[in-house]
């Protein structure tokens, strides 16, 4: 009778540890789908949140304006130059 269940134990632990090593298998397999699903419902998620922004976001959103200078013109910042008059 015992080694009956010593059997049960030992074929039971031989299932577990197979289907432990086919989730790890799959799951590095397919880790590249895995991401790029995650990725798309976490920007879904973001996205659905944030709602109507009035037309902001998206391609409505100026890339590179010439209005509005990405470096500053004057090379001291707005700051007083020492020995100058304010």
């Not at 134990?9 to 880790?31: C, D, E, M, P, Q």
């Not at 709602?51 to 470096?71: E, K, R, W």
């Amino acid at each position: 009778m015992c080694q009956k269940i010593v059997n049960v134990i030992a074929l039971s632990s031989g299932l577990v540890s197979a289907a432990v090593v086919a989730s790890g298998v799959y799951v590095y397999v397919n880790r590249d789908a895995i991401v790029d699903n995650i990725k798309s419902q976490a920007i879904e998620s973001v996205m659905g949140s944030m709602g109507d922004l009035g037309g902001l976001g998206g391609d409505s959103l100026p890339i590179g304006n010439d209005s509005v200078p990405s470096t500053p013109s004057s090379s001291n910042l707005g700051l007083p130059v020492p020995g100058s008059a304010f």
